[in-house]
């Protein structure tokens, strides 16, 4: 009995990684869901990162709403270049996508965002950091928030990336309150 329960914890904690050291990350969000929570290891000997990615749901009412996806065209980022990048109006981080080069031991990325017409994205704000280089990144959304934004920067030295979010609380408005003065 112990030792089934000692491999479902170690399965449950080592075997939810959406890509290899070295591989692509591919992963999106369910429609109606963004993350709940980023955690990535490093390995010194891959000089990558493996990342496990896991979604909630919007805790807004999206009812009778559809809603608008897009990948970005593009990579926000060259291998070894700083990015700050964020979804546009009103919409938040739903899927990622990287790519490493065993050459600059380093990752490009593109981003999934989702809208939906009555929902609104206010009183964002960035985490600062999340992870250390070469440490465990282990970040969970907090409730009632959703990921508009990363912010990241490679080291050359450590052969790894920093990330931070910018969070914003969601809203649905039927209309945009008018400004009155």
Known sequence: MYRVLLIMSLVGMYGAYQNNFDGELNFMCPDGQTFSRVHSVHSNGAEDRQ???????????????SPHCEWTADYVNGFDEPFFYECPSNSFLNGMNSVHDNGAEDRKWKYRCCSYPKVHLIDCSFTGYTNTFDGVQNYLVPSGKAIKGVDS???NGAEDRRYGFDLCSLIVLDELPSVVG
Do not use: I, N
């Open 153 to 155: 920067y490679h080291d």
């Open 51 to 65: 990342f496990e990615l896991e979604c909630k749901l919007l805790e807004v009412d999206t009812a009778g709403q």
